[in-house]
């Protein structure tokens, strides 16, 4: 079995696996396998991430919910506005010295002139 023979994904709330298993030599092609599982769990539309272990004894096929975390945008939204707002005042910092330095070297030029 490769990578393009199974898939995860949610669909309708519920957790699905597709397993797509090609025959091998000496299997009877009139006996039909399953091929898809589903689980309807609570975690699955609850907003937050989760991790899932999937294990396949084939035919029997178990999944588990192992953790959950924050979501991504509730979580991270603070730092990466703190860290556009640091950004900002350094970038200011930055130009404000540029100027600085450019007056002082104007102010040596015209000394020099005068």
Not at 15 to 28: K, N
Not at 64 to 85: E, N, P
Request: aromatic share 16%; with cysteine; net charge positive.
């Amino acid at each position: 079995m490769n990578r393009h023979h199974f898939a995860v994904f949610v669909h309708n709330c519920r957790l699905v696996l597709l397993l797509r298993q090609e025959p091998g030599h000496g299997v009877d092609l009139n006996t039909f396998k399953p091929a898809e599982w589903r689980w309807k769990l609570a975690q699955v539309c609850d907003g937050d991430w989760h991790h899932y272990a999937i294990s396949v004894d084939f035919p029997q096929v178990r999944v588990a919910a192992l953790s959950t975390f924050r979501s991504v945008s509730r979580f991270h939204s603070r730092h990466i506005c703190a860290y556009i707002i640091l950004y900002y005042i350094i970038f200011i910092i930055f130009i404000i010295f540029i100027i600085a330095v450019f007056c002082l070297l104007l102010l040596v030029a015209f000394d020099n002139i005068a």
